[in-house]
């Protein structure tokens, strides 16, 4: 593995790889807790699969852009490290799967080479940060959000204040009001606005806060509804350090920003960001609006006519995949992808596409398609033709027979059901028996294999999430939660979709033509999905799918899962990577308390003075939390970590601070983090872990005398 490094030009990322080999060798041997070295891989992109031995690569790709020489370096990646399979998300990332875990730093190292990384594509860290795949060519933006998108990526790429957070963080940047990267599930979602004030216009952004789906969704709220342009990136750094610092760590499934918002408001939320601006490492960031250079165009611009085989295809897939841009005869055009699906060597093959036809660079979408660039309108029939050579040319890109899916149990731990076999089922239903609806961008399906979403079910005019039903003979059923009424309206108006009945996995076909029947007749004319469903209400469609929902005649198929063969379905938790130790978790956390101050002290060399700051604020917690731990007081946020070492430690007279441990601590947020300021905070981090240590020495030498 060592032979990687001589590749890597960027002595940060080398150090960030080389540290990952470490600790997988460090973690196989047995010498590293297996929490913390999941915790250390997730934020390095490498997820653990259901099958054993093997991982999900993410690769982290900020708003989706990529090139076709990027494009070429991850299908190289996944030949040679997993199955040729390049897998699209929902966050505009792409995934491989089945990679050994000790080739993982070499598998990041070649994808380094071209710009592309691994690092905070899992974890819980500041996500892939998404943007509408239009943005740059909407007719109907503002602005392009697409800087913005970028330069948020880069300043919260390693960032310290977003490293080891209770749980994730996701921020996505609309290009206008339709909100088609859905902003309102997200923790910051930002549109962009425009005013004028005399005579000169002002970009800002609308900002809301606290979105989220999962199995308890949120809609997020507005937060601002201007916020100037160069606020944008430090309102996001308050609000995440508020997010650290009282975000819940020991319930997972209360530790998003949005139950953090629920528990205090809104309100409060801004106010205890705007207590953290004296803090942050930049009072105003000015994004450069050119940073991602001009778009390098096709070579050839010359395309005669050229015949077409299916004109009634072409014709649809003009309708449906391709839209005009607002830059004067060019145009867009979208690939449908079946579950979000692309082997490697037609990656390639398309790759070779975009270079003749489009611009160099595409976008991959929300829904796990991709977005072509800048093609001429002669050149149209020409993609057309190459495309449809490779199956890339189907019509009904976002419609109601492009069915977005996440991985489900083909691969991931968290999965309970089959999601993309039940996808594929009833994108064959919609093919087969209502073919019109290729032209339907109102009714939207979504499914994922458990409920935390990562299928969109949660916003779906029709979702379904995996899950399971007990028999009375105690065997287990694969089942589908079916969900109606979420939406996204022309005007960027969301609703979130409403549980309505659990029913067997293989009755999914029937539920969507019983669906998809009584709309077809009993709509009022022009009435969308989500009002018809809002009208007729929960009950009306709980009654209309009852039947469907009876266990008493059970068939022997539904046992089966799809894409299972006859193979009796079970729930499975999914396998660890390889057996963890006992260690002693509170001299690891001291280790972790030097490991800070150490990186506190190698920022500040750097003149990097704010992230040398919240190193040692790091080192402060992370020290102080260790003493709690050896007398087994239990604490849930960072700030309770403060409370509690005052009152078990200070006020008792173990440890004497000017004022109380928390003043002290939290000079974080009360000083610009100048050069002076970081020193003397960083000498009092070590001055405290120094004590700390005294503490933990005679605490142990007291236990061993006992």
């Given at each position: 593995?060592?032979?990687?490094?001589?590749?890597i030009?960027?002595?940060?990322?080398?150090?960030d790889?080389i540290?990952?080999?470490?600790?997988?060798?460090l973690?196989?041997?047995?010498?590293?807790?297996?929490?913390?070295?999941?915790?250390?891989?997730?934020?390095?992109?490498?997820?653990?699969?259901?099958?054993?031995?093997?991982q999900?690569?993410?690769?982290?790709?900020?708003?989706?852009?990529?090139s076709?020489?990027?494009?070429?370096?991850?299908?190289?990646?996944s030949d040679?490290?997993s199955?040729g399979n390049l897998?699209?998300?929902?966050r505009q990332?792409?995934?491989?799967?089945?990679v050994?875990?000790?080739?993982?730093?070499e598998?990041?190292?070649?994808?380094?080479?071209?710009?592309?990384?691994?690092?905070?594509?899992?974890?819980?860290?500041?996500?892939?940060?998404?943007?509408?795949?239009?943005?740059?060519?909407?007719?109907?933006?503002?602005?392009?959000?697409?800087?913005?998108?970028?330069?948020?990526?880069?300043?919260?790429?390693?960032?310290p204040?977003?490293q080891?957070?209770?749980?994730?963080?996701?921020?996505?940047l609309?290009?206008?009001?339709?909100?088609?990267?859905?902003?309102?599930?997200?923790?910051?979602?930002?549109?962009?606005?425009?005013?004028?004030?005399?005579?000169?216009?002002?970009?800002?952004f609308?900002?809301?806060?606290?979105?989220?789906?999962?199995?308890?969704p949120?809609?997020?709220?507005?937060?601002?509804e201007?916020?100037?342009?160069?606020?944008l990136?430090?309102?996001?750094?308050?609000?995440?350090?508020v997010?650290?610092?009282?975000?819940?760590?020991?319930?997972?499934?209360?530790?998003?920003?949005k139950?953090?918002?629920?528990?205090?408001?809104?309100?409060?939320?801004?106010?205890?960001a705007?207590?953290e601006?004296?803090?942050?490492?930049?009072?105003s960031y000015v994004?450069?609006?050119?940073?991602?250079g001009?778009?390098?165009?096709?070579?050839?611009?010359?395309?005669?006519e050229?015949p077409?085989?299916?004109?009634?295809?072409?014709?649809?897939?003009?309708?449906?995949?391709?839209?005009?841009?607002?830059?004067?005869?060019?145009?867009?055009?979208?690939l449908?992808?079946?579950?979000?699906?692309?082997?490697?060597?037609?990656?390639?093959?398309?790759?070779?596409?975009?270079?003749?036809?489009?611009?160099s660079d595409?976008?991959?979408?929300?829904?796990?398609?991709y977005?072509l660039?800048?093609?001429a309108?002669?050149?149209?029939?020409?993609?057309?033709?190459?495309?449809d050579?490779?199956?890339?040319?189907?019509?009904?890109?976002?419609?109601?027979?492009?069915?977005?899916t996440?991985?489900?149990?083909?691969?991931?731990?968290?999965?309970?059901?089959?999601s993309?076999g039940?996808?594929?089922?009833?994108?064959d239903?919609?093919?087969?028996?209502?073919?019109?609806?290729?032209?339907n961008?109102?009714?939207?399906?979504?499914?994922?294999?458990?409920?935390?979403?990562c299928?969109q079910?949660?916003?779906?005019?029709?979702?379904?999430?995996?899950s399971?039903?007990?028999?009375?003979?105690?065997r287990?059923?694969?089942?589908?939660?079916v969900?109606f009424?979420?939406?996204v309206?022309?005007n960027g108006?969301?609703?979130?979709?409403?549980?309505?009945?659990?029913?067997?996995s293989?009755r999914?076909?029937?539920?969507?033509?019983?669906v998809?029947?009584?709309?077809?007749?009993?709509a009022?004319?022009?009435?969308?999905?989500?009002?018809?469903?809002?009208?007729?209400g929960?009950?009306?469609?709980?009654?209309?799918?009852?039947?469907?929902?009876?266990?008493?005649?059970?068939?022997e198929?539904?046992?089966?899962?799809?894409?299972h063969?006859?193979?009796?379905?079970?729930?499975?938790?999914?396998?660890?990577?390889?057996?963890g130790?006992?260690?002693?978790?509170?001299?690891?956390?001291l280790l972790?308390?030097?490991?800070?101050?150490?990186?506190?002290?190698?920022?500040?060399?750097e003149?990097?003075?704010?992230?040398?700051v919240?190193?040692?604020?790091?080192?402060f917690?992370?020290?102080?939390?260790?003493?709690?731990?050896?007398?087994?007081?239990?604490?849930?946020?960072?700030?309770?970590?403060?409370?509690a070492?005052d009152?078990?430690?200070?006020?008792?007279g173990?440890?004497?601070?000017?004022?109380?441990?928390?003043?002290?601590?939290?000079?974080?947020?009360?000083?610009?983090?100048?050069e002076?300021?970081?020193n003397?905070?960083?000498?009092?981090?070590?001055?405290?872990l120094?004590?700390?240590?005294?503490?933990?020495?005679?605490?142990?030498?007291?236990q061993?005398?006992?």
């Open positions: 593995m060592q032979s990687f490094r001589t590749e030009e960027n002595p940060i990322v080398e150090k790889i540290e990952l080999e470490r600790k997988i060798t973690y196989q041997e047995g010498k590293v807790d297996e929490d913390k070295f999941r915790s250390l891989r997730l934020a390095r992109g490498v997820y653990g699969q259901r099958q054993p031995g093997v999900m690569i993410r690769i982290k790709i900020p708003f989706g852009r990529l076709t020489r990027q494009l070429r370096r991850i299908a190289d990646i040679e490290y199955n897998h699209a998300t929902t990332d792409i995934q491989i799967h089945y050994k875990l000790d080739r993982a730093p598998l990041w190292a070649k994808l380094e080479q071209d710009e592309l990384t691994l690092r905070e594509a899992c974890g819980n860290t500041v996500r892939n940060i998404t943007a509408s795949a239009k943005a740059g060519v909407d007719p109907h933006e503002p602005f392009d959000v697409s800087p913005y998108a970028y330069e948020m990526f880069r300043y919260f790429l390693r960032n204040i977003c080891e957070m209770g749980r994730k963080f996701k921020i996505a609309s290009s206008s009001e339709a909100d088609s990267a859905f902003a309102f599930i997200h923790d910051v979602g930002a549109i962009p606005k425009v005013k004028t004030e005399e005579g000169k216009e002002i970009r800002g609308k900002v809301l806060v606290g979105g989220g789906l999962g199995a308890q949120h809609m997020a709220q507005v937060a601002y201007f916020l100037p342009e160069d606020q990136i430090p309102f996001t750094e308050a609000l995440l350090r997010f650290d610092r009282h975000g819940e760590r020991n319930k997972r499934m209360k530790a998003r920003m139950f953090l918002m629920a528990q205090i408001g809104v309100d409060e939320l801004l106010r205890l705007e207590e601006r004296p803090g942050l490492k930049s009072q994004v450069d609006r050119h940073i991602l001009e778009v390098a165009m096709p070579e050839n611009r010359s395309f005669g050229v077409i085989a299916n004109q009634e295809k072409y014709q649809s897939w003009r309708k449906t995949n391709v839209f005009e841009q607002k830059q004067k005869d060019y145009y867009g055009v979208h449908r992808l079946v579950t979000g699906d692309l082997h490697s060597s037609k990656a390639r093959q398309l790759a070779d596409i975009v270079d003749q036809y489009a611009a595409f976008r991959i979408t929300v829904n796990q398609g977005l660039r800048f093609v309108e002669e050149a149209l029939p020409h993609l057309f033709n190459a495309l050579a490779i199956g890339l040319a189907e019509p009904g890109f976002d419609s109601t027979a492009d069915i977005t996440c991985p489900g149990t083909d691969t991931c731990n968290l999965g309970i059901s089959n993309t039940t996808t594929k089922v009833l994108e239903v919609i093919r087969d028996n209502f073919p019109d609806l290729v032209y961008n109102d009714i939207k399906i979504k499914i994922s294999g458990c409920p935390n979403s299928g079910h949660g916003i779906a005019s029709i979702g379904f999430h995996g399971s039903i007990r028999t009375k003979d105690k287990v059923v694969p089942a589908l939660q969900l009424g979420g939406s309206d022309i108006a969301g609703r979130i979709a409403e549980k309505v009945i659990k029913v067997p293989k999914a076909p029937q539920i969507l033509k019983t998809l029947n009584d709309y077809d007749l009993n009022e004319e022009g009435e969308y999905f989500a009002d018809y469903y809002e009208r007729q929960k009950m009306y469609f709980y009654q209309l799918l009852k039947p469907l929902a009876d266990m008493e005649n059970l068939q198929d539904e046992y089966y899962d799809w894409g063969g006859e193979e009796d379905f079970k729930v499975e938790a999914g396998v660890g990577e390889c057996a130790v006992m260690i002693d978790l509170i001299a690891t956390l972790e308390g030097e490991e800070k101050l150490s990186w506190a002290g190698e920022a500040f060399e003149a990097a003075y704010a992230d040398a919240y190193h040692a604020y790091n080192a917690i992370t020290a102080a939390k260790s003493l709690l731990l050896s007398e087994d007081v239990k604490v849930n946020t960072q700030a309770s970590v403060l409370h070492f009152e078990h430690f200070v006020s008792t173990s440890i004497t601070f000017e004022g109380s441990f928390e003043e002290h601590v939290m000079q974080v947020n009360k000083h610009e983090p100048t002076s300021f970081a003397h905070y960083i000498k009092s981090a070590a001055d405290f120094d004590k700390v240590k005294t503490i933990r020495d005679r605490q142990v030498n007291e061993v005398e006992a």
